[in-house]
C-alpha cells in the first residue's frame, strides 16, 4: 500500500512539474497533451483507437517477452502485484495516474523536448523510450528492453494521434489489467 501511494504521489507531482512548466513557457497544456475533445464521437474514436493498439501492443509484447525470457522474471515485479480488495482498489487508483502521468510526461513532454532537440520524430521517439524504460529498472534488465519497445510504441501512437489521449487509455487499461489478473490468480 505504501508503494502505492507514494507512487501516485511521485507520478502526479512529476505531472504537476511539466504542466507548470509548460504554462510558465506561455503554452497550452494542450501542446503535451493533445487537443480538447470536441464530441462523444471523438472520445469513442480514441478509446477504439487505445483498444486496437493494445491489442496489437499485447501481441508484440508477448513475443519480445517470449524471445527475452521474461516469463522467468515474474519475480522482480511480484512485490507489487496487489493482494486484497483494497490494495486492488489502491493499484486501479495507481494504473490510472501512470497512464495519464507517464504519457504526459514520456510522449507529451520530453518526446516532444527530444524531438526538437534532434529535429527527428524516430530519434525523439526512441529517446524517449529509452527513458522510459529505465524509469522501470527496479522491474531488471530485460523488463527494461521490455518496456522500452513498449513506450516506442506509445511513442509512434501519439506521435500518429498528435495526443496522448488514446495512450493514456491504453496504458491505464494495461496496468489495470496485470493487477486484476494478478490478483484473481492469487484467490
Same mark, same amino acid.
Given at each position: ?10 507520478? &502526479?507531482?512529476? $505531472?504537476?512539474?511539466?504542466? #507548470? ?5 506561455? =503554452? /497550452?497544456?494542450? +501542446? ?7 464530441? =462523444? ?9 487505445? #483498444?486496437?493498439? &493494445? ?10 517477452? &517470449?524471445?527475452?525470457? !521474461?516469463? #522467468?522474471?515474474?519475480? @522482480?515485479?511480484? $512485490?507489487?502485484? %496487489? ?6 482498489? $489502491? ?28 529535429? /527527428?520524430? %524516430? ?14 529498472? *527496479?522491474?531488471? $534488465?530485460?523488463?527494461? !528492453?521490455? !518496456?522500452?519497445? *513498449? ?14 489521449? %488514446?495512450?493514456? +487509455? ?5 496496468? /489495470?489489467? @496485470?493487477?486484476?489478473?494478478? /490478483?484473481? +490468480?492469487?484467490?
Amino acid at each position: 500500500m505504501r508503494f502505492y501511494i507514494v507512487t501516485v504521489f511521485y507520478e &502526479w507531482l512529476l $505531472f504537476v512539474l511539466v504542466v #507548470a512548466g509548460v504554462r510558465r513557457r506561455g =503554452a /497550452s497544456v494542450l +501542446i503535451v497533451l493533445g487537443d480538447h475533445w470536441h464530441s =462523444a464521437r471523438q472520445v469513442l474514436r480514441d478509446i477504439g483507437i487505445a #483498444a486496437g493498439f &493494445w491489442i496489437v501492443a499485447w501481441v508484440l509484447l508477448w513475443i519480445f517477452g &517470449w524471445l527475452l525470457r !521474461i516469463a #522467468a522474471l515474474g519475480h @522482480n515485479t511480484q $512485490f507489487m502485484l %496487489p493482494h486484497r480488495g483494497i490494495e486492488l482498489t $489502491f493499484w486501479i487508483a495507481l494504473s490510472v495516474t501512470a497512464g495519464i502521468c507517464e504519457e504526459t510526461i514520456f510522449r507529451g513532454y520530453l518526446q516532444r523536448q527530444f524531438m526538437a532537440l534532434t529535429k /527527428s520524430a %524516430p530519434a525523439g521517439i526512441l529517446l524517449s523510450a529509452a527513458t522510459f524504460g529505465a524509469a522501470h529498472t *527496479y522491474q531488471g $534488465f530485460r523488463m527494461v !528492453i521490455l !518496456i522500452g519497445l *513498449y513506450g516506442a510504441m506509445f511513442g509512434i501512437l501519439a506521435y500518429w494521434r498528435g495526443s496522448v489521449r %488514446p495512450g493514456m +487509455i491504453a496504458h491505464a487499461w494495461q496496468d /489495470s489489467l @496485470n493487477g486484476v489478473l494478478a /490478483s484473481a +490468480i492469487r484467490h
